[in-house]
């Protein structure tokens, strides 16, 4: 059983940056996959990253490579988002999710899922 809080939305320009933070406690998540997704307005859950396992390289939806950075602090059992140059198409509930097996871009295949932070991208 693992619970993930995420924390980190807020309201900022385009062009602007962000850094979502996803806090995991009941297990360690290093050797899960863990991954982020988003579901703005009136469109359906969309996956952003993910990672198999700390050391993993992150998997990227196109959209936002070179943009986002997905990164793991072990010692924290902390996993982030770092955002970059957001544009309004950024805006969404973002959420983290980890499960045990390896990353997928397939929502229905994570386990634990966190209460999700609202980012919102202004023009």
């Known amino acids: 059983q693992v619970q993930l809080v995420e924390s980190g939305g807020g309201l900022v320009q385009a062009g602007g940056s962000l850094r979502l933070s996803c806090a995991a406690s009941?297990?360690?998540?290093?050797?899960?996959?863990v991954a982020w997704f988003r579901q703005g307005p009136g469109k359906e859950r969309e996956f952003v990253v993910h990672?198999?396992?700390?050391?993993?390289?992150?998997t990227y939806t196109d959209s936002v490579k070179g943009r986002f950075t997905f990164s793991r602090d072990d010692a924290k059992n902390t996993v982030y988002l770092q955002m970059d140059s957001l544009r309004p198409e950024d805006t969404a509930v973002y959420y983290c999710?980890?499960?045990?097996?390896?990353?997928?871009?397939?929502?229905?295949?994570?386990?634990?899922w966190g209460q999700g932070t609202q980012v919102t991208v202004s023009s």
């Open positions: 009941g297990q360690s998540v290093r050797g899960y996959a």
């Open positions: 990672s198999s396992h700390s050391g993993d390289v992150p």
């Open positions: 999710a980890s499960r045990t097996g390896y990353g997928t871009i397939l929502s229905s295949q994570y386990d634990w």
